[in-house]
């Protein structure tokens, strides 16, 4: 991504190979704020796992991949009761 309103999709798989959705960036220059980044996530038509008489409470963690192959937390949003279309406050 490098121009003004471009778009990026990606397919997300499970750990085990599966499609797991879409992911959808898009990317706008905002010339007030060369240095920080603000983002805002919702997730649509997300999968319920929690069975028949309760839904998903979604979250969502940002990791960076390492040179050695780990994995470092770098971000993780509030949960979000019983809500399958979520939106989590920017950060």
Do not use: C
Not at 9 to 22: A, E, P, R, S, V
Not at 36 to 44: F, P, Y
Not at 76 to 84: G, M, S
């Amino acid at each position: 991504m490098g121009t003004k309103n471009q778009t990026m999709i990606q397919d997300l798989k499970t750990k085990n190979g599966k499609f797991g959705g879409k992911l959808v960036l898009r990317a706008e220059r905002i010339s007030q704020s060369k240095n920080l980044i603000h983002m805002q996530w919702a997730g649509k038509k997300l999968m319920n796992t929690d069975g028949w008489f309760d839904k998903s409470d979604p979250f969502l963690r940002i990791l960076k991949s390492r040179n050695n192959d780990e994995w470092l937390k770098v971000h993780e949003t509030e949960y979000i009761k019983d809500n399958l279309n979520p939106m989590w406050k920017p950060f």
